[in-house]
């Protein structure tokens, strides 16, 4: 198992930072995958993950309980627009 540190930034049409708004990631992996605890985004709209998982993992990226960004690699860092 490999640790990942996820930041995830959520901003509004507008560009600004959305604050409050409910993220999570599903994580695939064989034997272990599930959702993590929804996190919500603070006053500069970042939410940060710490997740354990294997070589091969993928994810996707919730918001608001609507898929942001399809099952695919972890990446360290996703930016979503509202």
């Known amino acids: 198992m490999a ?3 996820i930041a995830v930034l959520i901003l509004g049409s ?3 930072p959305a604050k409050d708004v ?3 990631f599903e994580i695939h992996q ?3 995958g599930g959702f993590t ?3 919500r985004t603070n006053s500069n709209g970042e939410a940060h993950f710490e997740v354990d998982t294997d070589a ?3 994810c ?3 918001v608001n309980g609507q898929v942001a960004v399809k099952r695919g690699g972890f990446q360290g860092q ?3 627009y509202l």
């Open 3 to 5: 640790k990942r540190y």
């Open 14 to 16: 507008d560009g600004r």
């Open 22 to 24: 409910r993220v999570s």
């Open 30 to 32: 064989f034997m272990a």
């Open 37 to 39: 605890p929804d996190q």
């Open 56 to 58: 091969g993992a993928e």
């Open 60 to 62: 996707t990226l919730y």
């Open 78 to 80: 996703y930016k979503v």
